[in-house]
């Protein structure tokens, strides 16, 4: 198997950028995060909080009708745009243009999401992660990828990893193929698991942080919202990357003690973030 670099807190120190003293929110970014169904907008509201709780400025969140009451209840800091339709994305218009965009948490496969996922790639310039729903749905439609931008970064676990490169025998052949589609389509692969890797282009990333508490439902959108957050700041994706797992494995790290395995939920990663930060600082 390939040898790979170690996502350390020293990398980390190396890369992180400290908010400067004359910011306002007009500067740190505005991410737009586009996510939900009926019965997922949970995976929204989780997204976009991260991504709020990461630092980046301004977040507006696009979601299907019924997600409206529920994100303006519950995150009253993100502003929200809706489809036309009521229990999935058919068709997306954004009141903006943002600096970032994370696409695919609980956003379903239906045809009218799918038709709508190919429309926003065909029109989208903004840096972009791609997660859960959108990868299934590019997995069964993989030319779409032609039409991202350069470095976009790809978030799979391992059975949405093995619907984009197909089944692999041994772990040497699934970084193989990872290695291969990154270079194809010249996209960063965040291989989530137990540890996450990295592939970007030949280069393979091990992340040093994170533990079991993460094997949650709703973790992996959290880890959208933070990376989203990151490209909205001006991270550049290569960096953003290797931030934004490490941040959200130190949540855990951070937490564990605290919380055991058991009661950790993805909205305690949103709770540690800020302790994460400050980790960095000690
Ligand atoms: N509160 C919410 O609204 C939530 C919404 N979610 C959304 O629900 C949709 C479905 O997501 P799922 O990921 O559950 O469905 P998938 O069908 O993509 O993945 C589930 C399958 O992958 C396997 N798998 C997952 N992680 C694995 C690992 N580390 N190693 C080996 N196998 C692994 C599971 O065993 C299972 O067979 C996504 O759009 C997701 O964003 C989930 O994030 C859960 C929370
Ligand atoms: N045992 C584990 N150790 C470390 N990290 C884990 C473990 N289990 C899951 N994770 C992390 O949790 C996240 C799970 O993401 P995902 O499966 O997409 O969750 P969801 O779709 O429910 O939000 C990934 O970042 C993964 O690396
Ligand atoms: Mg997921």
């Known amino acids: 198997m390939k040898s790979s670099y170690l996502i350390t807190k020293e990398e980390i120190l ?61 995150i009253l800091e993100v502003m929200v745009a809706t489809d036309e339709n ?25 045809l009218g999401t799918q038709k709508a996922l190919f429309e926003f790639l065909r029109v989208n310039k903004a840096p972009l992660v791609l997660d859960a729903d959108a990868l299934n749905i ?3 439609n993989l030319s779409w990828l032609e039409l991202v931008p350069e470095d976009t970064i790809l978030t799979p676990h391992p059975k949405e990893l093995e619907r984009l490169i197909g089944k692999w025998n041994s772990e040497a052949e699934k970084f193989q193929k990872t290695i291969a589609f990154s270079e194809k389509y010249k ?18 990333y091990e992340n040093t942080t994170g533990n079991a508490a993460l094997a949650t439902a709703g973790s992996g ?32 790290d951070l937490a564990l003690p605290k919380t055991g395995y058991e009661s950790f939920t993805a909205s305690t990663i949103i709770k540690y973030l800020g302790k994460a930060f400050l980790e960095l600082e000690n």
């Open 221 to 252: 959108d959290t880890l959208t919202g933070i990376l989203t957050s990151l490209l909205a700041q001006g991270y550049e994706p290569k960096y953003a990357s290797k931030f934004g797992v490490y941040l959200h494995g130190l949540t855990a």
């Open 138 to 140: 590019i997995s069964e």
């Open 86 to 110: 009521v229990n999935f994305i058919t068709n997306i218009h954004l009141p903006l243009i943002p600096q970032a965009v994370g696409f695919g948490p609980g956003i379903g496969k239906e």
């Open 187 to 204: 996209v960063i692969v965040v291989m989530k698991g137990a540890p996450t890797f990295i592939i970007n282009r030949t280069s393979v």
């Open 14 to 74: 190396k890369l992180y950028k400290p908010i400067d003293s004359k910011a306002h929110k007009g500067t740190q970014g505005h991410a737009v995060i586009i996510a939900g169904s009926y019965g997922k907008i949970g995976a929204a509201v989780l997204a976009s909080k991260s991504c709020l709780k990461t630092g980046c400025g301004l977040v507006t969140t696009f979601v299907p009708k019924c997600g409206y009451q529920i994100l303006q209840i519950s």
